[in-house]
């Protein structure tokens, strides 16, 4: 029986909008997934899974607020009959087409959101942008206050540029003053489309960490509850709760459909590398391929081999495997084209600096309390 921890479905893979670092491969392919790849999913993976499963299930990859909202209404009720009550729908967006009923459709479907927002309008919009060269932070912001005036409190993922770091007191402001609680840090990444990063040729990870570790640091001392996803789950891990795994290196714990009814499984943006060794880690297609026939074959079982390789090598290597897992393989193959190689600069700049940036808040608050604790005692 199946039992993933994350779904993943591709409306469409074309996106309204044209952003700088853009991984995807198929941004301009317009296809809607078919009524026949959402009854598929519905027979073929969600009727498998057990009763008690608890899959987060996105809207995710180009961008799906591009797909009709009719598209949508259909889809919820081709789905919603098999779908196991913990299993949640998401939707990852850059908000721009958000308005009401969209907002209308989430709150039936009781569906999460997600925006893609660079921060402050001066970053978001030197790379986030129309497809005619046009900034897009005003039309993100009227999303996200849409949203928030109807209750939503949405999720914010910012992908960093190394001209952000030196600007953490205006990030948290940012935050702060547009009522944003929740947010998760991505990096400019070489991967899929992406061929490079603006993070290449200098260690940016010791700015990382400050730029985190400011952010803290400003919303512990202001008292405003900003939740770092990053932070807060190796906080968990370092806090005794059990680490259930790194989803990216087990097969089928993370499960992707694309539009054209592909499978991957592993890291979820693997559908948007072109790896011909790999067949493009497709590992078949939802309509013709029984996902049991899937799981067995021959071409999975090496990809698996090769990525438990590399998890191997990073246990023995890296201070970071205990709350890491492993790393992420698709990009140990769009760093190094190798799915069994260690440490990447991804890492460097997303786990490695979260923990170093949470290890140095908590060293600062415990000298601080040192400190007033002394002085009281000298009193």
């Given at each position: ?224 509850a900003l939740y770092i996803r990053e932070v807060e789950r190796i ?38 590398v072109r790896a011909p060794e790999y067949k493009n880690f497709v ?97």
């Amino acid at each position: 029986m199946w039992n993933p921890r994350l779904i993943i479905l591709q409306p469409t893979a074309y996106c309204n909008i044209s952003c700088t670092y853009c991984y995807l491969s198929h941004r301009n392919d317009r296809t809607l997934m078919s009524a026949e790849i959402l009854e598929a999913i519905r027979e073929k993976v969600f009727a498998r899974l057990p009763p008690d499963a608890a899959a987060g299930i996105v809207w995710h990859a180009g961008e799906p607020t591009a797909a009709p909202i009719q598209w949508f209404e259909r889809a919820y009720a081709c789905l919603e009959p098999k779908r196991p009550a913990n299993c949640n729908f998401a939707m990852q967006s850059n908000g721009i087409a958000i308005d009401a009923r969209w907002i209308d459709l989430f709150r039936r479907t009781r569906t999460e959101i997600s925006l893609s927002i660079d921060g402050p309008e001066r970053f978001h919009d030197a790379r986030r942008l129309t497809r005619s060269g046009k900034p897009t932070w005003r039309l993100a912001m009227r999303g996200l206050k849409r949203l928030q005036d109807a209750g939503f409190e949405p999720r914010v993922i910012t992908v960093l540029h190394p001209d952000c770091l030196r600007c953490a007191q205006e990030f948290f402001e940012f935050y702060r003053d547009n009522g944003i609680k929740d947010v998760s840090f991505s990096v400019d990444e070489l991967e899929g489309a992406n061929k490079s990063s603006s993070f290449d040729g200098c260690d940016y990870k010791p700015e990382i960490v400050r730029f985190l570790l400011s952010i803290l640091t400003l919303a512990y001392r202001s008292g405003y509850a900003l939740y770092i996803r990053e932070v807060e789950r190796i906080a968990s891990i370092l806090g005794g709760a059990p680490f259930v795994g790194n989803e990216l290196n087990e097969p089928w714990a993370a499960l992707v459909i694309g539009a054209n009814g592909n499978v991957s499984t592993f890291s979820p943006e693997f559908m948007e590398v072109r790896a011909p060794e790999y067949k493009n880690f497709v590992f078949g297609n939802i309509l013709t391929d029984d996902l049991e026939v899937i799981k067995r074959s021959s071409f999975l079982n090496r990809v698996e081999k090769e990525i438990l390789k590399g998890v191997d090598a990073c246990r023995v290597s890296c201070r970071y495997f205990g709350v890491c897992g492993g790393g992420s393989p698709v990009n140990k193959y769009c760093e190094s084209r190798n799915l069994a190689s260690t440490e990447t600069e991804f890492c460097r700049l997303t786990i490695q600096a979260s923990t170093d940036a949470l290890i140095g808040f908590l060293a600062n608050q415990s000298s601080n309390a040192d400190s007033f604790a002394s002085a009281t005692v000298g009193a």
